[in-house]
């Protein structure tokens, strides 16, 4: 495997459900990212992880719980989402957080439907 | 209010020709700007970048224009190809504070053969 990956791509969820979205990074990258992308919305940042430690967290609501137990992986934890959560997740790595100059690398996305 | 605005939701051009996607930013701390190109069912991959400190960056057919007092980035691919077609994203950033890219809603590319 190169490059991102992500498992699911697609996932259908009920409103009281538990699932988990799985991201893995082949590239050697020490920062790691969370995005969203609603329909005919720009990417929205979630969720930045620097060498296994969380730098950001963009005002995110607590159903999304974002877990990075090594540099090549990251999950994000999902429980009792809203209908109005239904979007693309993507996964991105980069050298470094910060690094000028540092373009991120995206995973193919998991689009998630929340009924 | 949306830093990095794409006004143009799509733009279709015939094969050949020049295409010359546009990209607005209101924030004049930004200092450093990536093209990124999408296609379906595929995450975003990137494309070509510019800092602030030049007004021009070219790579093989995709050049990146920068005006910074007019806070406007334009791509041009010359010449497009079918392939092109896909959507494309702007995305900016400050390199103090916060590091996190602010994207545009990106414009869907459509090359005609």
């Known amino acids: 495997e190169t490059g991102v990956t992500q498992t699911p791509r697609h996932l259908v969820m009920g409103m009281t459900n538990k699932k988990s979205l799985k991201c893995e990074q082949h590239l050697g990258h020490n920062a790691m990212y969370w995005y969203k992308q609603s329909a005919k919305k720009p990417l929205e940042l979630m969720f930045v992880?620097?060498?296994?430690?969380?730098?950001e967290n963009n005002s995110v609501p607590s159903r999304f719980s974002p877990e990075c137990p090594n540099s090549s992986h990251l999950f994000l934890h999902l429980h009792t989402l809203q209908p109005e959560d239904s979007a693309l997740y993507l996964c991105?790595?980069?050298?470094?957080?910060?690094?000028?100059?540092?373009?991120?690398?995206f995973g193919p996305g998991t689009r998630l439907t929340v009924l | 209010d949306q830093q990095v605005k794409q006004n143009s939701p799509s733009l279709s051009v015939q094969e050949g020709r020049i295409s010359i996607l546009n990209c607005d930013y209101t924030n004049s701390m930004f200092d450093y700007f990536l093209w990124y190109k999408k296609y379906p069912a595929e995450g975003p991959t990137f494309l070509i970048s510019?800092?602030?400190?030049?007004d021009k960056n070219e790579d093989g057919r995709f050049t990146v224009f920068l005006n910074k007092s007019a806070k406007h980035l334009s791509l041009h691919i010359v010449p497009s190809q079918p392939g092109d077609s896909a959507v494309y994203f702007c995305a900016a950033r400050g390199s103090s504070g916060t590091y996190k890219y602010i994207f545009g809603t990106g414009t869907r590319l459509k090359v005609l053969a």
């Open positions: 992880y620097n060498f296994k430690e969380q730098t």
């Open positions: 510019i800092s602030s400190i030049k």
């Open positions: 991105a790595s980069s050298q470094d957080w910060g690094l000028a100059g540092d373009e991120q690398f």
